[in-house]
């Protein structure tokens, strides 16, 4: 009977599967791109602060003074950004929000797999791009599309694209681009500028990898203002708590302690990729806070995966044609970093 009290659409649905959350303390945690360090002093001061009585009222519903600071770290004005409950909330509003009814989404294959989940939400038809043989930058030069998010830098690949290319897709498709730069601290190049001179393109950002605050849940969205007007008219009228608000701002008001977490995930992030070379992985260069890799012959990725699992160093492992030979493993700290190649060693 529930067949017919559920939406169609909703009854068939594959849904989003996020990476494990096990309770055990001891695991190496190398599997959802979580920052291995803490966040700012000024958020444990900001949870110290906070008075419990004021949890009485409502927050603020567009939060604004976080928008104002927001908009003076990208140099744009307030009505450009958008508060969300964690940038997956802003990336539902997208979808929701830019094309018409059944028109297609696009994304590249492989990328982040909330997309295909949103668009079958929606009932709108994917139009996924593949990219190239080693993930890179594929786009055909007649391809359009109403809806299209690209992550950049890419997941679970964590490649750049050539800002170039982006900057012509943007300027070329004349629907909506969404670029989810979730991971564009720990890049060279990022779009946020495109996203306050295009009509058409968004930008959206959280706190969750460079800030240290996947538990937190604050992402935000840039663009015009109007496309960014168009978001709130879908937003809850109290998406973001009043204690996050108060976190967040800390958080945004520290970019130092910002800077520096990064610049050490960063030094991982290469000393990890040049010893994984060495024992034989294929690398993706990464600008991320992951590396997309693929094992040696003798020890295929699932079976790496499931060992490692057993040793209790968990990493992400996608099975399916394009993702099935590589592993993701988040960049931890230098001795997570080092029990996991330990572990690779003892394996291979
Ligand atoms: C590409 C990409 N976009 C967005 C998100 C979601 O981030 P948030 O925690 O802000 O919802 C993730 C999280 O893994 C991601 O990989």
């Not at 539902?92 to 909330?114: E, H, K, M, N, T």
Request: aromatic fraction near 10%.
């Amino acid at each position: 009977m529930n067949g017919a009290r559920i939406r169609p659409a909703v009854a068939a649905l594959a849904a989003y599967t996020p990476g494990e959350q096990p309770r055990e303390p001891d695991v190496v945690k190398l599997n959802t791109n979580e920052n291995p360090y803490p966040p700012s002093p000024a958020v444990a001061e900001a949870i110290r602060r906070f008075d419990a009585e004021l949890l009485r009222r409502y927050p603020d519903p567009n939060g604004d003074r976080l928008r104002e600071r927001i908009a003076e770290i990208h140099r744009c004005r307030p009505e450009n950004v958008i508060c969300a409950n964690g940038s997956d909330e802003a990336l539902v509003w997208c979808a929701r929000a830019f094309g018409a009814r059944g028109d297609p989404i696009g994304w590249f294959d492989p990328s982040y797999s909330l997309y295909p989940v949103l668009a079958a939400a929606e009932e709108r038809p994917a139009a996924p791009v593949p990219l190239g043989p080693n993930f890179e930058w594929a786009m055909p030069a007649d391809y359009r599309a109403p809806l299209f998010f690209l992550t950049h830098p890419n997941a679970p690949t964590g490649r750049a694209y050539p800002r170039a290319r982006i900057e012509e897709f943007c300027r070329r498709n004349p629907g909506v681009v969404v670029v989810d730069e979730a991971y564009a601290d720990f890049a060279r190049e990022n779009a946020a500028d495109l996203a306050l001179a295009f009509p058409n393109v968004v930008v959206t950002r959280t706190l969750s990898k460079s800030f240290s605050l996947a538990g937190l849940r604050f992402g935000y969205a840039l663009g015009p203002a109007d496309l960014i007007g168009a978001l709130f008219k879908l937003k809850d009228s109290y998406n973001v708590d009043r204690l996050t608000q108060e976190i967040a701002l800390a958080a945004l008001s520290d970019l130092d302690h910002l800077r520096a977490n990064v610049a050490r995930i960063v030094a991982t992030r290469e000393a990890a990729a040049r010893r994984l070379t060495g024992l034989g992985f294929a690398v993706t260069p990464s600008e991320a806070n992951f590396l997309w890799v693929k094992p040696p012959a003798a020890l295929p990725a699932r079976t790496l995966f499931e060992r490692l699992r057993a040793e209790r160093i968990f990493i992400r492992y996608f099975p399916g044609p394009r993702t099935g030979e590589h592993v993701r493993i988040t960049v931890g700290t230098d001795a997570q970093m080092d029990r996991l190649l330990a572990a690779v060693e003892r394996l291979l």
